[in-house]
T-cell receptor
């Protein structure tokens, strides 16, 4: 089945540690995105990538980093510089440009203690 | 930067009542998309509107895109408990490279 997979579903980390969230898609989509969801805040764009080896900052990129070494993969690292990392993180992909249907992964709920 | 605003933030209705959520953009949109997120789930695409004044229907759901392409609405007729969830509108940023989401409207339905 084609789709977009995020792992793990739940993740716990100690404060001060970096953590990497995985996102893999087998839809052959060019573009991939990371969003953060907090209660009452909707989906806020962290980073996005239109093609391999290229990515752009979204509205809340501070404290996060990404890489796009393969078309299928777009991992997100939450660094210790992110002041409030506890949130629900969603990865999405679109076939090409953003004006096409976005497919979302199941999400990763990160809790930093 | 570009903003997409949605109202209301929350709406509670009795089963069988109608429901409407509104979406407004600070800039003209090339298109607008609507998504539904069930509690504990992830957003799922519902529809995309592209033309000025466009109206599309999906069973009990009616989607409209404003004439100026700066606002949109989603109307649900005779809500059911299966309609529970958060409805998001989304427009592309000015470069057309990313989707910008509104904060969503969370619908609860009591039977």
């Amino acid at each position: 089945d084609g789709g977009i997979t995020q792992s793990p579903k739940y993740l716990f980390r100690k404060e001060g540690q970096n953590v990497t969230l995985s996102c893999e898609q087998n839809l052959n989509h060019d573009a991939m995105y990371w969003y953060r969801q907090d209660p009452g805040q909707g989906l806020r764009l962290i980073y996005y990538s239109q093609i391999v080896n290229d990515f752009q900052k979204g509205d809340i990129a501070e404290g996060y980093s990404v890489s796009r070494e393969k078309k299928e993969s777009f991992p997100l690292t939450v660094t210790s510089a992110q002041k409030n990392p506890t949130a629900f993180y969603l990865c999405a992909s679109t076939l090409r440009a953003a004006n096409t249907e976005a497919f979302f992964g199941q999400g990763t709920r990160l809790t930093v203690v | 930067g570009q903003q997409v605003m949605q109202i209301p933030q929350y709406q509670h209705v009795q089963e069988g009542e109608d429901f409407t959520t509104y979406c407004n953009s600070s800039t003209t949109l090339s298109n607008i998309q609507w998504y539904k997120q069930r509690p504990g789930g992830h957003p799922v695409f519902l529809i995309q509107l592209v033309k000025s004044g466009e109206v599309k229907k999906q069973k009990r759901l009616t989607f409209q895109f404003g004439e100026a392409k700066k606002n949109s609405s989603l109307h649900i007729t005779a809500t059911q408990t299966t309609d529970v969830g958060t409805y998001f509108c989304a427009g592309t940023n000015q470069a057309g490279t990313a989707l910008i989401f509104g904060k969503g409207t969370t619908l609860s339905v009591s039977s």
